[in-house]
């Protein structure tokens, strides 16, 4: 297949995010409008209306399923749409979708499986509003993360990311959590099935109308970090081997 044969799916795992969305939507590069996928965890707003006037692929979960959940919903969907190429973006218009080009251009090229926004990369990440125990807790849970994984990542927990179709059907992203702890798992999980990896700079918008945990989650989501980490460095020393790890069989499902 050549590289502009290549399928480019951009997915939107949406909570709320109605008055965010169409902003969202216009800083997407035409060329990657072709197929959008947004996925409606219940929201209590009218996300799905907006999401279906602008021609969106629309998905909705009766019942909110979690940021982890809407996301196995949105691979799912991407693949039967025969996706070669996923990104994730999150409606919230946190992030900067006119960096999406360079986003797929390793997976074009077959660089990389993963390509992940980075923030670090992207420098000045307090300036872009960032609270000041987000960006200590960031540094220091991917330099935990580093060593754990002996491979270097200047950031695990941007939302903006792209994926081969090979990485997502490799993974059992179905044994993955539905909460926010899924972003790692599906990082440790193609660590362990030796995927690889690059990462672009980017840089984050923080507003009210912008989708961010507290502080309570923060530290909950902080804590299953440091669990997946564990899990992970159990499986690879082969402590303890853990299924979730393991790369799927040509029989299983997404």
Wanted: net charge neutral; aromatic share 12%; with cysteine.
């Amino acid at each position: 297949m050549q590289q502009n044969e290549k399928k480019i799916v951009i997915i939107l795992p949406a909570y709320n995010a109605a008055k965010t969305l169409l902003r969202t939507l216009e800083e997407i590069p035409p060329e990657y409008q072709k197929h959008i996928i947004l996925v409606d965890d219940a929201s209590k707003d009218n996300t799905v209306e907006v999401a279906k006037q602008a021609g969106l692929i629309v998905f909705v979960h009766p019942q909110n399923r979690g940021y982890g959940g809407n996301q196995k919903t949105c691979y799912r969907e991407a693949l039967a749409l025969g996706a070669d190429i996923i990104v994730m973006l999150h409606p919230d218009h946190q992030y900067d979708a006119t960096v999406i080009p360079h986003m797929v251009r390793p997976l074009l090229d077959n660089e990389a499986d993963a390509v992940f926004g980075s923030r670090m990369l992207g420098g000045r990440p307090l300036e872009g509003g960032m609270p000041w125990w987000k960006y200590v807790a960031n540094v220091l849970l991917t330099a935990a993360a580093n060593l754990v994984f002996k491979r270097y990542l200047t950031e695990i927990h941007s939302g903006f990311r792209a994926y081969s179709r090979r990485y997502i059907q490799t993974l059992r992203l179905e044994e993955n959590s539905d909460d926010f702890v899924f972003d790692t798992e599906i990082i440790a999980q193609g660590m362990c099935c030796n995927l690889t990896f690059q990462e672009v700079p980017i840089v984050t918008r923080y507003f009210p109308e912008a989708s961010s945990i507290n502080f309570r989650r923060s530290v909950i989501y902080g804590f299953g970090i440091l669990g997946v980490l564990f899990k992970f460095w159990l499986h690879h020393s082969s402590i303890h081997r853990f299924q979730q790890f393991e790369p799927k069989s040509t029989g299983d499902k997404i």
